[in-house]
């Protein structure tokens, strides 16, 4: 008895030592953690995502906007799996939406990081409202709103625009460090892509204070998020539409409308096409498969290579001139069948002997197959490259545009280990055999020829874009500008002979692939003598002629562009 005070002191002195351990355990060892973890508890973040920048045509008519949406979501942190299933319940009764997908939605989200979790959305007004009501009943869950990519015309200019769609974990990872949350959505194709930093805008967000009960007490911090920039286009709202009506004719194809001068594009259209709202709210699996099936809807074919057939013969007639093999007046006797080289080739008419222009105007195989022939496939390849062909178009579509072919004597020896012969001579000049060309070069070709000799540089943009000098001879010039308005008053197509538009020249194409229906083409630009407007139709594996099935189409664009620009007469009264 007389050690109890000894006791009871040292008993006092252990509790006090452990509590002063664990004093300094708490606050000197894990301090920092701790503090940190109380904050997440009495702090909350609320992000708000930037509004994206619209995308305008020319005249700054709406292409591509954005539109609100509202989301469920879950705060993992919040949420643990003994408290799920009761939350899960709360939430079907409320909002309406199956265990099952909650379930699943929860299970796909899950992240370490502890980022909140989408469990469903878009919500109706009706959804949000009640959830709103019973807020209070449901810790740990919320709705939010997001922005999301809308395209009010659909399908128009698809493969223009692109699409934008959320941000992956990968993406996320490497992007970060820019700005980039886990809930962001990027510019997947097309100027969405390109111009993703001058349209994506910055995040902001409030820094919030709760109570136990996770009630608001106050605002800590606020930053407004910053909206993206606009961007305006040099596409026309009106010709697009044209453009996208006149390729309703064919399965598949592509149109390019550009201006001579410039290279503003105006059009550009491609079949099949997609419609990009699909990806701002994902697309179901039936969309999915829609969008890979064999025809390709997401493959933009104005920058595709394709044989260009009697488009062609532009490039052949450029090569005879310019390499002093022929004059422009110089003639050639054409005929029905042409035989060389042990083979004959069918021509549709024997049309005499004939100069570059009527033969442009009539598209004489004849009488191309013999200028090929005497120029040789070298000069006959350097005039096609002279023209931008086998090379990129500078487009911003960078990753879309292509080089198409240009199967000359070396490329046929690499390849295909074979020799060149007369007979690759004789296809390479009505623009068959190993040539592929993509409409957008040939639209430069075009703007070429109607601008007196600048090779233009293609853009979505205006900005400053190079020009080159190709430097043809006048008497070129004047052969080629001849024989293309023939073309239209004499030729093959005529269609486009018509009071109502401005003069129009151009070329027909009907390109070969077997065992395939044959493509068709038309180029052309107008006004003929100060051309304001160059336009590409192509038809691939239309069945039908250049002058049948491209020309109409061509037709459709001018009538749109031109309206009202030419005077109609007008009746006299007596």
């Not at 179901?284 to 829609?290: I, S």
Request: charged content about 20%; some cysteine.
């Amino acid at each position: 008895m007389g050690q109890q005070p000894l006791w009871l002191l040292l008993l006092v002195l252990a509790c006090c030592s452990a509590m002063g351990a664990r004093l300094v355990w708490l606050q000197l060892l894990h301090g920092p953690e701790f503090r940190e973890m109380a904050d997440e508890n009495r702090i909350r973040l609320m992000p708000r995502s930037p509004m994206r920048g619209r995308l305008l045509d020319r005249h700054g008519r709406v292409l591509a906007t954005n539109r609100l949406t509202y989301n469920l979501y879950i705060q993992p942190r919040e949420v643990g799996d003994d408290r799920w299933p009761v939350l899960r319940d709360q939430l079907v009764r409320v909002v309406g939406v199956g265990a099952s997908a909650l379930d699943e939605n929860r299970r796909s989200g899950a992240n370490p990081e502890g980022y909140r979790i989408e469990l469903a959305g878009p919500l109706t007004p009706q959804q949000v409202l009640r959830f709103r009501e019973q807020a209070d009943q449901l810790r740990g869950a919320e709705v939010d709103v997001d922005v999301l990519r809308s395209y009010p015309n659909g399908s128009l200019a698809a493969h223009v625009l692109g699409y934008t769609s959320g941000i992956t974990g990968e993406e996320y990872d490497r992007l970060r460090s820019e700005g980039y949350r886990i809930r962001d959505r990027i510019g997947r194709s097309g100027v969405e892509k390109v111009y993703e930093s001058h349209l994506r805008g910055e995040w902001g967000g409030q820094q919030l204070e709760v109570n136990a009960a996770g009630q608001v007490q106050r605002v800590l911090g606020d930053k407004p998020a910053k909206a993206g920039k606009d961007l305006l286009l040099t596409l026309d709202l009106d010709l697009q539409r044209a453009a996208e009506r006149a390729l309703n004719g064919v399965r598949k194809g592509a149109i390019v409308a550009m201006d001579p001068q410039t290279g503003s594009i105006r059009a550009l259209a491609s079949r099949p096409t997609f419609d990009p709202n699909v990806f701002s709210d994902g697309p179901t699996t039936a969309q999915w498969n829609d969008l890979n099936r064999p025809e390709a809807p997401l493959l933009n074919r104005a920058f595709q290579g394709f044989p260009p057939a009697s488009t062609f013969k532009i490039v052949t007639t450029i090569a005879g001139i310019e390499s002093g093999k022929y004059t422009a007046g110089s003639t050639v006797p054409t005929m029905n069948s042409f035989c060389y080289y042990g083979q004959c080739y069918a021509d549709h008419g024997a049309f005499g002997a004939i100069g570059f222009p009527f033969a442009l105007a009539v598209s004489s195989n004849s009488f191309y197959y013999q200028v090929g022939l005497k120029v040789g496939p070298d000069e006959l390849f350097k005039a096609a490259r002279r023209m931008g062909y086998g090379s990129l178009t500078g487009v911003e579509l960078t990753e879309e545009d292509t080089p198409g072919l240009l199967g000359d004597q070396a490329w046929k020896k690499e390849a295909l280990g074979e020799p060149w012969t007369p007979v690759d001579t004789i296809t390479s000049a009505i623009g068959q055999g190993a040539v592929t060309v993509t409409p957008i070069q040939m639209a430069r070709l075009y703007a070429a020829v109607a601008n007196g000799g600048w090779l233009v540089t293609p853009h979505l943009v205006e900005r400053p874009t190079p020009r080159t000098w190709i430097g043809l001879r006048p008497d070129t010039l004047r052969v080629l500008r001849q024989g293309l308005r023939d073309v239209v008053t004499s030729g093959t197509a005529t269609i486009l002979n018509d009071p109502s538009l401005p003069p129009v020249a151009g070329k027909t194409g009907t390109g070969e692939d077997p065992p395939r229906p044959d493509h068709a083409w038309f180029g052309g630009y107008a006004p003929a003598g100060k051309p304001t407007l160059v336009i590409i139709a192509f038809g691939e594996n239309s069945g039908g002629y250049g002058g049948t099935v491209a020309a109409p189409m061509v037709k459709a664009l001018m009538t749109t562009w031109f309206r009202g620009a030419v005077p109609q007469p007008t009746s006299q009264k007596n």
